[in-house]
């Protein structure tokens, strides 16, 4: 089979996967797989920042997002903002609206000790600082110690304190910290990205297969374990991937409630102000899943947000 109908099979599987998820027609769900805008986020309050903002507002470069402050949909070519003098100096960053979601439901305070288990490449733990006031005890981890060398100056850059850096697997954690330790856990999970494939550009399915899918579920699930052993009774667990596959996001929660004693998924209220995200899914495949997956949010693409799952769970003291 030629490389080129390899793609067009892979496809025509994942529009129709996608199709079921959503209960769409199959020609809406090619329709969603298309790059989003891209969105700003305000991480200085500074008249320089605040008046920069408030230009391209009024130029229509900028459109503020609804139901998050601080943080614009990008309506023209990025490297507008890129190159300006705002992002090299970190009081901006660029990063897609979906990926602020997560954060917002783990609602980082100061004080409390927070673990980034899959950090890279940063946006997520900038954020988790900037909602924590630079005053929590972060932890951040990443698989990559190339990754992690990038991490380091790019908080550099925007004054982010860390209290200290790990490169290990995520799903081996607990033998690196201490279990029961964290009052909030934020597992970004490595995922096969379907949020971001572009059916305009099939090279984009080139790195994309079931096969794939299932094995990721493994390791999430590993994941998500081990998660569950560094979490203190009572803490905060948010699941997030930019997958559309239920065997990466339902099945890993249904999996983790079932099996994790006192894991229990938590209503999103996020989720009833923004008008493109849907329940999670009860079953998948005639197979049935834990009713609490109902909980979590799922985002339907648009134009400027990529696909995303976000759970939210708490460790009951049992």
Known sequence: MSNISKLEKRKDELVKRTSIIFGISQ??????????LTSLVKVSNDNQ??????????????????????????????????????FQNGKIYIQNASSLIP????????????LDMCAAP?????????????QAEIIVNDENPTRVLAMKKLFNTYGVKITSFYSQPAQYLSKHLPANYFDKILLDAPCSGEGMIDLNK???????????????????KGMIAEAYKLLKPEGVLVYSTCTLAPEE??????????????????NIELKTNIT????????????????????CLRIKPNDYMEAFFVCKLTRKNI
């Open 49 to 86: 920042v605040n008046e920069f903002i408030e230009e391209h507002i009024k130029n229509q470069n900028l459109l503020p997002i609804e139901w998050v402050k601080n943080a614009y949909v990008i309506k023209e070519n990025k490297d507008v903002f890129t190159r300006s003098q705002e």
């Open 202 to 220: 099939p090279e984009t399915l080139g790195f994309w297969s079931t096969k794939k899918i299932k094995r990721l579920s493994r390791l999430q």
């Open 27 to 36: 020609e809406e769900a090619t329709n969603i797989f298309k790059q989003p």
């Open 249 to 266: 996001n339902e099945e890993v929660i249904s999996w983790a409630v079932n099996n994790l004693e006192g894991l229990k998924v938590e």
């Open 122 to 134: 940063g946006g997520k733990t900038i954020n988790i600082a900037y909602n924590a006031q630079n």
């Open 103 to 114: 954060v917002l439901t783990l609602n980082p305070l100061p004080n409390e000790k927070i």
């Open 276 to 295: 493109n995200s849907f329940d999670g899914l009860k079953d998948w495949k005639d197979k049935p899943l834990s009713e609490e997956c109902s909980k």
